[in-house]
């Protein structure tokens, strides 16, 4: 199984895009974040004319997650255990930023962890609590992925100049500690010689390879015993209306699941 999270920043604008690299990467599973519309406009029929069901929880032009599978579209879940809810003023309310399904007999989950803003905002606590309310929720026994933009970069080498990152987000002690504890909770980052999944539109980063490493698929020991080969297709964050971030891709021999691995 061929299994890809990319954050598409835009579903609408990149849907053909999307379409595309699913045909042509041959990709069974695609996890998307930051799809950013509402589900009345979710561009469901791209999905479904290539063969493809569609998970999509969104409610606004903000945020967004879903899972396109042609291997099969089971127990969808639109927010994991105890998600936490978050509002700048008003009512709190849960956002969209967690759905789950089950695919070929792997729990797969798409994910977009807050940014966090700044260090102290209250997006930054948020982000914490995301991570820690997460890690509480993980099933480590299961065969399962959990796909995603998480907004860390866990080392120095996740990013093209940690010096350059003194005093903003997405490198701080407290948000790896926040990742680690995912690791600890059953969760191994898949691994591949690329090292970045995001370049920045301003600067030309991208022209300079000036990139961070925050996209990630983690998945439990039942999964990751299995796992093949993994790289970022760099080639989708080339060109006219690309993405900020590129896909990770990895492949798996979910053939040898046992009865006893799928749930």
């Known amino acids: 199984m061929r299994i890809a999270t990319w954050n598409v920043n835009s579903v609408r604008t990149r849907a053909e895009r999307v379409a595309a690299f ?3 990467a041959d990709v069974d599973v695609l996890a998307m974040q ?12 791209i999905f479904q004319d290539a063969g493809y069901e569609v998970a999509h929880v ?4 903000w945020n967004g997650v879903a899972i396109a599978s042609r291997v099969g579209l089971d127990n969808v879940r639109e ?13 709190p309310r849960v956002e969209a930023r967690a759905v789950g399904a089950t ?32 890690a509480d929720s993980v099933d480590a026994a299961a065969p399962a992925v959990y796909c995603g933009d998480y907004n860390i970069a ?30 600890e909770a059953g969760l191994t980052p898949v691994t591949h010689a690329d090292p970045y999944s995001f370049w920045d ?29 993994a790289w970022v297709d760099v080639d ?21 699941l046992s009865l006893d691995d799928v749930r």
């Open 154 to 183: 866990p080392t120095d080498s996740d990013v093209w100049d940690i010096a350059w990152f003194e005093g903003k987000t997405h490198v701080t002690e407290p948000e790896r500690a926040a990742f680690q504890m995912l690791l």
């Open 103 to 134: 695919c070929g007999g792997v729990d797969v989950w798409s994910l977009y962890v807050p940014n966090g803003r700044a260090i102290g905002d209250p997006h930054y606590d948020y982000k914490l609590e995301f991570l820690y309310r997460l």
């Open 201 to 229: 539109y301003k600067a030309m980063r991208f022209q300079k390879n000036e990139g961070m490493l925050i996209d990630f698929q983690l998945v439990t020991a039942p999964l990751g015993r299995r796992l093949a080969h």
């Open 58 to 61: 969104g409610y606004s032009q």
């Open 79 to 91: 927010s994991f255990e105890r998600q936490p809810a978050f509002a700048k003023s008003g009512e």
């Open 22 to 24: 699913l045909e042509r």
């Open 34 to 45: 930051e799809t950013k519309v509402a589900e009345d406009k979710f561009p469901t029929s």
């Open 236 to 256: 989708e964050r080339r060109g006219k209306g690309a993405s900020d971030h590129a896909p990770v891709v990895a492949d798996y021999d979910t053939q040898s």
